[in-house]
């Protein structure tokens, strides 16, 4: 045998010999703890999520596992609906109502209660009729060890091209665990356990009748932090029907007093736990940005137009401050149609840094007074600042020129400028308010360290045209009064009001851009208010537009004297 047959055998018995050692320890040593089983191969659907307009049969497979499904967006598993033949796919808008049937989402169905204290109620109803209605299916494959795959899910909308109130809507789909929503004790989109506590303990105290107001009555939505999200399957759908993206997600309930709201607005987060994905997969804004979290807004206090943060975000893009964009969906939760919203950005770290060009780790956001993005200390910037710029005298040039040293000036009063033109009260300035700056300077051309003010919640009281906003501003906000007493800035703020007021929120432009969104929105308006308060009429609706262009046509004739009074 020759030195190479021979190396040649050793190598094979080597061979031999390792892959014999890697069975035994394979099968007959014990397994690791937490190490992974092999999965059986997971579900394939033999059609995607999407709009169809003919019914059709859908197939589950593979053959190799036993599959196991279930039609309400609960988890599958071998309790659930077994898969044995193929699923007929057709229109759910005849089935029954479901989710849409409940009255513990919002405390405003307690009519009784809300008269009693001498309030308002909101006129909620349930739906009276078959709302639309989508198809959810959510399937699991067992192998014969009991081994069990990913979690297939899907949707199917069949039969939408004719249907009133999606032209020119994008959709979004998020499938979670009915129990996620609406269990009693741990379900985020209902009253539960948290008001029944609440009752029992203050009904007819002196503290439950001081709180009157019926949204901010305690409930399980109305709980914050992680401990309330739930994880949930979001899939985006284009105006043309296109699916866009599909991704695990968290959601919470998002909003102060409108979180008693019918409906309510949805924060949804993309975080690494559910996918392994930190940001959302699509560019959803159509500006390249992708965000790790976003608001699925269903207007807020303005839920019967839903239109002024849209209208105000989209007539100040050019000013010297932050804005949101926005995009209009309709939203289907587990398969039932669930009314009208804009998908709006959040301002976190990510977004300034893609918009502003500063580093994300660099940066610190400051909502309503308290740190959102940042280390605990560096909240004594903003302190220092506010201490600064509330309490030094500013007529001073000295003081003053400080305070520009701190603060972008241009943005400060850019901000306030529009703020004021609108008449914004009740709960701004006190609160509804959000800034930012850089830690430490870059070499950017935001990165100077300066505090710059961001736009949003315009949807609260305001658009009063009769309003002194600023005596009532003056009031309420420290460093806002201080700095009235300086010339430079009061000449500035006061032509800068009227500037915005002539560029931005003339009578024609506006009236313009509010016919614009009439003609858009009107049809969507009319299936979400006929769905959430049996009302297809659109009188609300017509008559708080007619109202908000008024504004916009004879807010100068009354706030004109107003500024003259301050020069």
């Given at each position: 045998?020759?030195?190479?047959?021979?190396?040649?055998?050793?190598?094979?018995?080597?061979?031999?010999?390792?892959?014999?050692?890697?069975?035994?320890?394979?099968f007959?040593?014990?397994?690791?703890?937490?190490?992974?089983?092999v999965?059986?191969?997971?579900?394939?659907?033999s059609?995607d999520?999407?709009?169809?307009?003919?019914?059709?049969?859908?197939?589950?497979?593979?053959?190799?596992?036993t599959?196991?499904y279930?039609?309400?967006?609960?988890?599958?598993?071998?309790?659930?609906?077994?898969?044995?033949?193929?699923?007929?796919?057709?229109d759910?808008?005849?089935?029954?109502?479901?989710?849409?049937?409940?009255?513990?989402?919002?405390?405003?169905?307690?009519?009784?209660?809300?008269?009693?204290?001498?309030?308002d109620?909101?006129?909620?109803?349930?739906?009276?009729?078959?709302i639309?209605?989508?198809?959810?299916i959510?399937?699991?494959?067992?192998?014969?060890?009991?081994?069990?795959?990913?979690i297939?899910?899907?949707?199917?909308f069949?039969?939408?091209?004719?249907?009133?109130?999606?032209?020119?809507?994008?959709?979004?789909?998020?499938?979670?665990?009915?129990?996620?929503l609406?269990?009693?004790?741990t379900?985020?989109?209902?009253?539960?356990?948290?008001?029944?506590?609440?009752?029992?303990?203050?009904?007819?105290?002196?503290?439950?009748w001081?709180?009157?107001?019926?949204?901010?009555w305690?409930?399980?939505?109305?709980?914050?932090?992680?401990?309330?999200e739930?994880?949930?399957?979001?899939?985006?759908?284009?105006?043309?029907?296109?699916?866009?993206?599909?991704?695990?997600?968290?959601?919470?309930?998002?909003?102060g007093?409108?979180?008693?709201?019918?409906?309510?607005s949805?924060?949804?987060?993309?975080?690494?736990?559910?996918?392994g994905?930190?940001?959302?997969?699509?560019?959803?804004?159509?500006?390249?940005?992708?965000?790790?979290a976003?608001t699925?807004?269903?207007?807020?206090?303005?839920?019967?137009?839903?239109?002024?943060?849209?209208?105000?975000?989209?007539?100040?893009?050019d000013?010297?401050?932050?804005?949101?964009?926005?995009?209009?969906?309709?939203?289907?939760?587990?398969?039932e149609?669930?009314?009208i919203?804009?998908?709006?950005?959040?301002?976190?770290?990510r977004?300034?840094?893609?918009?502003?060009g500063?580093?994300?780790?660099?940066?610190?956001?400051?909502?309503e007074?308290?740190?959102?993005d940042?280390?605990?200390?560096?909240?004594?910037?903003?302190?220092?600042?506010?201490?600064?710029?509330?309490q030094?005298?500013?007529s001073?040039?000295?003081?003053?020129?400080?305070v520009?040293?701190?603060?972008?000036?241009?943005?400060?009063?850019?901000?306030?400028?529009?703020?004021?033109?609108?008449?914004r009260?009740?709960?701004?300035?006190?609160g509804?308010?959000?800034?930012?700056?850089?830690?430490?300077?870059?070499?950017?051309?935001?990165?100077?360290g300066?505090?710059?003010?961001?736009?949003?919640?315009?949807?609260?009281?305001?658009?009063?045209?009769?309003?002194?906003?600023?005596?009532?501003?003056?009031?309420?906000?420290?460093?806002?009064?201080?700095?009235?007493?300086?010339?430079?800035?009061?000449?500035?703020?006061?032509?800068?009001?009227?500037?915005?007021?002539?560029?931005?929120?003339?009578?024609?432009?506006?009236?313009?851009?509010?016919?614009?969104?009439?003609?858009?929105i009107?049809?969507?308006?009319?299936?979400?208010?006929?769905?959430?308060?049996?009302?297809?009429?659109?009188?609300?609706?017509?008559?708080?537009?007619?109202?908000?262009?008024?504004?916009?046509?004879?807010?100068?004739?009354?706030?004109?004297?107003?500024?003259?009074?301050?020069?």
């Open positions: 045998m020759t030195f190479y047959k021979r190396k040649y055998t050793i190598f094979c018995l080597l061979s031999i010999f390792t892959f014999s050692a890697l069975l035994l320890f394979k007959f040593l014990p397994a690791k703890r937490g190490a992974t089983t999965s059986p191969n997971n579900v394939i659907f059609r999520s999407g709009f169809y307009e003919d019914a059709f049969e859908l197939e589950l497979g593979p053959a190799s596992g599959i196991y279930t039609l309400d967006g609960s988890i599958p598993d071998k309790g659930s609906l077994k898969y044995e033949a193929p699923i007929l796919i057709s759910a808008s005849d089935n029954d109502n479901c989710f849409s049937t409940r009255t513990d989402v919002s405390t405003g169905f307690e009519q009784a209660e809300i008269e009693r204290l001498s309030s109620p909101p006129g909620y109803q349930v739906p009276g009729y078959n639309d209605k989508a198809t959810v959510r399937a699991v494959s067992y192998d014969n060890a009991g081994n069990k795959s990913e297939k899910t899907a949707v199917y069949v039969g939408f091209s004719s249907r009133n109130g999606y032209d020119g809507m994008n959709i979004i789909s998020i499938i979670t665990a009915p129990s996620n609406f269990d009693y004790e379900g985020i989109y209902v009253t539960g356990k948290t008001y029944d506590e609440y009752i029992k303990k203050y009904r007819g105290s002196e503290y439950y001081r709180e009157e107001f019926w949204t901010l305690s409930a399980n939505y109305r709980n914050r932090g992680k401990k309330w739930r994880d949930a399957v979001c899939q985006f759908f284009d105006e043309n029907g296109q699916q866009v993206l599909e991704q695990k997600c968290g959601i919470r309930i998002h909003g007093a409108s979180r008693g709201y019918n409906p309510k949805l924060n949804i987060y993309a975080r690494k736990e559910y996918d994905n930190p940001q959302l997969q699509y560019d959803l804004f159509g500006t390249g940005y992708y965000p790790s976003v699925l807004s269903q207007g807020g206090n303005d839920i019967r137009t839903k239109s002024k943060d849209y209208l105000i975000a989209a007539s100040t893009k000013l010297n401050f932050s804005t949101m964009n926005h995009e209009p969906y309709v939203l289907f939760l587990n398969g149609y669930w009314g919203y804009w998908l709006n950005e959040k301002y976190d770290a977004y300034l840094d893609y918009y502003y500063v580093s994300k780790d660099n940066v610190i956001i400051i909502k007074g308290v740190l959102e940042g280390d605990e200390d560096d909240y004594k910037f903003y302190s220092k600042m506010i201490d600064f710029c509330s030094s005298d500013v001073i040039d000295a003081n003053y020129k400080k520009c040293e701190l603060i972008d000036m241009n943005s400060y009063i850019d901000y306030y400028a529009v703020m004021l033109f609108i008449g009260n009740g709960d701004w300035p006190s509804n308010y959000a800034l930012w700056r850089v830690k430490k300077k870059e070499s950017s051309e935001y990165g100077d300066k505090w710059r003010w961001m736009l949003f919640d315009l949807n609260s009281p305001g658009f009063d045209i009769c309003f002194d906003p600023i005596e009532y501003t003056m009031e309420n906000d420290g460093m806002f009064k201080n700095l009235m007493t300086n010339n430079t800035f009061r000449t500035q703020l006061l032509q800068r009001i009227r500037e915005i007021a002539n560029a931005n929120f003339s009578p024609e432009i506006m009236e313009q851009r509010i016919n614009r969104y009439k003609e858009f009107s049809d969507p308006m009319k299936e979400n208010d006929k769905r959430f308060f049996n009302d297809d009429s659109l009188a609300v609706f017509d008559l708080e537009m007619k109202e908000l262009n008024n504004f916009f046509t004879d807010r100068m004739t009354y706030l004109e004297p107003i500024l003259e009074g301050y020069e």
